[in-house]
């Protein structure tokens, strides 16, 4: 099964919006990660957020973690038509080695000029 | 330009053919993947490799074989292609388990079709 999951699957916004997309998970992790995805491209490492983290910047990108209800969000402020992508959330648990660090099945993120 | 580059982009075998997927990292990465995309199904592990000279199940490994042929290079090799193995492959390195530290570097993918 899944551990990370992202919610919503789609969404659509115009060029300056911010984008909110968020990650609910099962169990304890050591540490969940956000990548982006062009169409017919490789996944691109966005963020790092650990699990004694709660909240960490990188340009336009905020993501936020709270381990008590398990959950994420990444936020892309004054969003462009370059964001347009998928946005996928991996969770890197505590134990269990390589095989258990999920990905999810993605945010679709259109951005409208 | 530094990462981790994979071929073939595209193809196409039909039902019983073999193949290898190739993958080389410039990084000195560690720990090498490999996983399928899937249409709602998100990346799902296929072997990992954690080390040189290592190499480990994933998820999926059913249909699959992989070699770590030194530290740059991991192969993924179809035995004998079904058409269940039709998906977008990507390879991927990481400095540390699991890219607990930095995250994973990905390839651009291959996209396979088996007919």
């Known amino acids: 099964s899944q551990q990370g999951e992202e919610d919503p699957q789609a969404l659509s916004i115009q060029e300056g919006e911010n984008a909110t997309m968020n990650c609910s998970y099962k169990t304890s992790i050591n540490n969940l990660q956000w990548y982006r995805q062009n169409s017919g491209r490789g996944l691109v490492h966005l963020i790092l957020?650990?699990?004694?983290?709660r909240e960490k910047h990188s340009g336009r990108l905020r993501v936020t973690l709270d381990t008590s209800k398990k959950s994420s969000s990444l936020l892309i402020t004054a969003s462009r038509a370059a964001d347009t992508a998928s946005y996928f959330c991996a969770t890197v648990p505590f134990s269990g080695g390589y095989q258990k660090v999920t990905f999810g099945t993605g945010t679709k993120l259109q951005v409208i000029p | 330009n530094a990462g981790v580059t994979q071929t073939p982009k595209f193809q196409v075998l039909k039902t019983g053919q073999s193949m290898t997927l190739q993958c080389a990292q410039d990084?000195?990465?560690?720990?090498m993947y490999w996983y399928r995309q899937d249409p709602g199904m998100g990346l799902r592990l296929i072997y990992y490799?954690?080390?040189?000279?290592?190499?480990d199940k994933g998820e999926v490994p059913n249909g699959y074989n992989v070699s770590r042929l030194n530290k740059r290079e991991f192969s993924l090799r179809l035995e004998s292609a079904a058409p269940s193995q039709t998906s977008v492959y990507f390879c991927?390195?990481?400095?540390?388990?699991?890219?607990?530290?930095?995250?994973?570097?990905f390839g651009s993918g291959t996209r396979l079709t088996v007919v």
């Open positions: 990084m000195n990465h560690n720990s």
């Open positions: 957020i650990r699990s004694n983290e």
């Open positions: 490799s954690a080390s040189e000279g290592t190499t």
């Open positions: 991927a390195s990481s400095t540390s388990q699991g890219g607990k530290d930095y995250g994973y570097t």
